[in-house]
């Protein structure tokens, strides 16, 4: 059996307990086959005695999450840890120490077949389901079917890890694998944050002639659609405003903006529990979460702003309090003190990634391309002298109603 931990004060029992342990499995689960922006969607643990599943979107604050993957007294065993790892640190910030993957274990000791599987079949004599494999962990209630195959990824790491340590220490490779785990300590996220090139990935894209790409009509006028689709995902408002390229004067103001509405470094949004948004929609029970973008691309594109629709709330709530949001930001000065705080996250968005050559290289690579700055320190200077009054001005100018698409997805059982 497992449990479900929705709560705060569910989280921190949970965890408290599992850091008394030598070991904890650990796995997630995302939904990037569903969802156009990927994020992480299930974290699941597993004691050799107990598994608990922990929903990020019921508690988004998974700092306790991060201080037990952080222990060192606490080994953390993963199976394919590449991913997880990275999510995490995309995601939130969190950084692991003293991993143990039984996928390399398994490559060490020269399995055949490397899949978590393959290995439980061979070693436990576990079957394990592949059935929701490819499932949307964005549901919610996810099913009960769901929520089993989440704990069945963990729950046999633990027995799995022994009988792989023992194999490799037959072998004399142990001391192999535990070199390649520590060097796993150092993976981060590397993509680039802002969606510069996203579209070049679409199969196909880099063969579009050049009437394809083509400068876009101005819009001269709202425009509306509403999707109707089965799947059990989640019901959103989306609002999506025609605003400049990164070449433009006016996109470290922009990126600032985003920070103001919703947190995060402005590029690929993250919730800030002091933004605009959250304190205009979660707090107010309107939304679970609220996301604010602008990208940095070559080409004019979108300032786009998001919205997950709480249960028992309507899309027209949302969205007005969306664009009274805007206006409000648009119409009324930034104070000081929430200027200051908005400041401090653009720069740090900026600062604190730039610890590795990799990401240095993407960031970089990004702002040449995109024609937003010759180097990250100019960009840390543009963004360094932005003023309230150009955030405001920012907002004045990107939040027309003739500028504006409107988005309802709505969810339908099927």
Do not use: C
């Not at 449990?3 to 307990?17: D, G, K, N, V």
């Not at 991060?66 to 939130?92: C, N, T």
């Not at 209630?141 to 023992?166: G, S």
């Amino acid at each position: 059996m497992h449990s479900y931990i929705s709560t705060p004060p569910a989280l921190a029992e949970t965890i408290a307990a599992f850091r008394q342990e030598p070991l904890v499995a650990a796995d997630t689960e995302a939904a990037s086959f569903h969802r156009y922006r990927d994020r992480l969607f299930l974290v699941q643990l597993s004691t050799p005695t107990r598994t608990a599943i922990i929903d990020p979107l019921a508690v988004p604050d998974l700092s306790p999450v991060g201080e037990l993957l952080a222990d060192r007294d606490v080994e953390k065993v993963f199976h394919d840890a590449d991913y997880d790892l990275r999510i995490f640190d995309r995601d939130y910030g969190f950084r692991a120490v003293r991993v143990f993957d039984t996928r390399i274990a398994a490559q060490l000791a020269g399995e055949p077949a490397v899949g978590l599987a393959a290995l439980l079949e061979k070693y436990l004599g576990v079957k394990l389901t592949k059935e929701h494999q490819k499932g949307d962990w964005s549901r919610r209630p996810l099913p009960p079917a769901m929520l089993e195959y989440a704990a069945a990824d963990t729950r046999h790491l633990p027995a799995l890890r022994e009988a792989l340590a023992a194999r490799l220490r037959d072998l004399g490779r142990l001391e192999w694998a535990m070199e390649d785990f520590a060097r796993l300590e150092a993976l981060r996220w590397t993509a680039t944050t802002d969606g510069a090139d996203a579209f070049l990935r679409v199969k196909g894209a880099k063969a579009l002639p050049a009437r394809a790409l083509a400068p876009e009509p101005q819009q001269m006028g709202e425009k509306r659609l509403v999707v109707h689709r089965a799947g059990g995902a989640l019901p959103i408002v989306q609002i999506g405003f025609h605003t400049a390229a990164a070449s433009d004067p006016r996109a470290p103001a922009l990126q600032a903006l985003a920070v103001a509405l919703a947190g995060g470094g402005g590029g690929d949004a993250a919730s800030g529990r002091s933004s605009r948004l959250y304190r205009g929609l979660v707090e107010k029970e309107l939304a679970t979460e609220v996301d604010a973008s602008f990208g940095l691309t070559k080409e004019p594109f979108l300032f786009t702003i998001e919205a997950t629709v709480r249960p028992g709330v309507t899309h027209r709530a949302v969205e007005d309090a969306l664009l009274g949001e805007l206006q409000r930001l648009a119409d009324e000065p930034i104070d000081e003190t929430e200027f200051a705080r908005v400041r401090r996250g653009l720069l740090a968005s900026v600062a604190f990634p730039s610890d590795t050559i990799t990401w240095r290289a993407f960031r970089l690579g990004s702002l040449l391309s995109s024609g937003a700055a010759p180097s990250i320190v100019a960009w840390y200077d543009a963004l360094a002298k932005v003023t309230p009054d150009e955030v405001r001005q920012a907002a004045r100018d990107t939040f027309a109603a003739r500028a504006r698409t409107v988005g309802h997805f709505i969810p339908e059982a099927g």
